[in-house]
């Protein structure tokens, strides 16, 4: 048979065997609008920003100082990080398996005889002492006709990027968690001094409704009407020193330390982040 015949026989062979074809992302049909559809606001800005650090924009150290925390300390992210460098060692890993190995070994042996060998045999005396040496060297290299070992390498470079998304996905949300309670602790002290203001108001409120009818100028109905308002302002103080306390434990899951150790510094009236006068588009 033709040497040419047989090398296109064992070409298309090999083809025919080789690990799928090459990965090509889909074309996507959608289109982003040019333009909002909803009428521009003078307090919403278009412009680019920068997003690496948004919670800036709040001007809060108490904020910032958390966050930073969060950001060192939560085991959901550190474990996230571990991954990614799990990824690239299993990439160095597919990359030496694609390229050639090396091996090496070398031994010593040293060897005392017995004084009470044979001696003097011939007129000669044999050493008390020996050593031998032995060195080896082999190389070898698996050719990959098949693509298996490159395509190995592919997946593992892509999970590489797939646990560095995922780590930012968990950051992502590590941050808007801690920003969101923060502010539902500031935004809960805010709504609880306000209520507490109603009460005083209600009260007094109260005081003049009673000294009118003792003066036969209210009516018992006017009493209870006052009554019953400022119970009702009342009522509104646990559900929100319930829903700071939960924020405040959340926020302490969230650097990775017990639920109360926030307490005390969270507990202290603060006033709530002001946001900036122009928001920028995507800022969260």
């Not at 507490?196 to 007094?204: D, H, K, L, Y």
Request: charged share 25%; aromatic share 4%; net charge neutral.
């Amino acid at each position: 048979m033709n040497r040419g015949i047989v090398v296109a026989i064992l070409a298309a062979l090999t083809a025919g065997c080789a690990v799928g074809p090459d990965y090509e992302k889909p074309a996507l049909e959608t289109k982003a609008a040019g333009q909002w559809g909803e009428a521009s606001s003078e307090r919403v800005s278009s412009q680019q920003i920068q997003l690496v650090q948004w919670w800036t924009v709040f001007k809060d150290e108490r904020l910032a100082a958390l966050i930073d925390r969060a950001v060192a300390a939560n085991l959901d992210l550190a474990l996230a990080e571990s991954r990614v460098r799990e990824a690239r060692a299993e990439y160095r890993a597919a990359v030496g398996d694609f390229l050639p190995s090396v091996d090496a070994a070398a031994s010593a042996k040293r060897q005392r005889l017995s004084e009470h060998g044979a001696q003097n045999v011939g007129g000669f005396s044999p050493p008390l002492y020996s050593s031998l040496y032995q060195a080896g060297f082999d190389a070898g290299w698996e050719i990959d006709v098949f693509g298996g070992k490159r395509r190995a390498i592919e997946a593992a470079s892509a999970g590489i990027e797939a646990s560095v998304e995922d780590r930012r996905a968990v950051l992502v949300s590590l941050l808007g968690e801690v920003a969101r309670n923060y502010l539902v602790v500031r935004g809960s002290q805010r709504q609880i001094a306000v209520i507490r203001a109603n009460i005083r108001s209600a009260g007094e409120t109260l005081e003049l409704t009673r000294t009118r009818l003792r003066g036969g100028l209210g009516t018992d109905l006017d009493v209870a009407r006052a009554e019953g308002q400022l119970a009702s302002t009342s009522s509104l103080i646990p559900s929100l020193e319930t829903q700071l306390r939960q924020a405040a434990h959340r926020l302490g899951l969230l650097l990775g330390q017990e639920p109360n150790a926030l307490k005390a510094d969270l507990l202290k009236d603060a006033p709530v982040p002001a946001p900036p006068p122009v928001v920028a588009v995507g800022m969260p």
